[in-house]
Nanobody, 123 residues
Framework: QVQLVESGGGLVQPGGSLRLSCAAS????????MGWYRQAPGKERELVAR?????????ADSVKGRFTISREKAKNTVYLYLQMNSLKPEDTAVYYC???????????????WGQGTQVTVSS
C-alpha cells in the first residue's frame, strides 16, 4: 500500500556533509508526521529529527545546528530530506525514514518505516 524508500547514505569524512532522501508513495491520502531515526550498532533506535505537515520541526539535541529536515509534496509522492553537515563519527548509524500515513480508503492512520540507509563517518 505505502512504500518508504531512502537514499543518499554513504561514507564521509568527519566534518563532511550528506543529504538523505526519503520518498513516500503508494495509496496515500495524507501524511502527518515524518521523521528520521537512526540506530547505531549496539544501541537503540533514536529520533534524529521530525517534521509535521504544518512545517513544524524538532531535532535531537545532538544534531541541532548541524542537521536540517525538510519535506515537500509532488503529485502522489511525499519527500523527506535530511541535510547533514559537520558530520561526526558518532553520527555513524543506519538512518530510517518514518511516516504517519492516512491511507486511501482506510479510516485509521498507519505508521511506516523505510528499509534504512547506512551513514558512516570515518577518516
Amino acid at each position: 500500500q505505502v512504500q518508504l524508500v531512502e537514499s543518499g547514505g554513504g561514507l564521509v569524512q568527519p566534518g563532511g556533509s550528506l543529504r538523505l532522501s526519503c520518498a513516500a508513495s503508494g495509496s496515500i491520502f495524507s501524511v502527518s508526521v515524518m521523521g528520521w531515526y537512526r540506530q547505531a550498532p549496539g544501541k537503540e533506535r533514536e529520533l534524529v529529527a521530525r517534521a509535521t505537515s504544518g512545517d513544524s520541526t524538532n531535532y535531537a539535541d545532538s544534531v541541532k545546528g548541524r542537521f536540517t529536515i525538510s519535506r515537500e509534496k509532488a503529485k502522489n509522492t511525499v519527500y523527506l530530506y535530511l541535510q547533514m553537515n559537520s558530520l561526526k563519527p558518532e553520527d555513524t548509524a543506519v538512518y530510517y525514514c518514518n511516516a504517519d500515513v492516512s491511507v486511501l480508503g482506510l479510516r485509521n492512520q498507519y505508521n511506516y518505516w523505510g528499509q534504512g540507509t547506512q551513514v558512516t563517518v570515518s577518516s
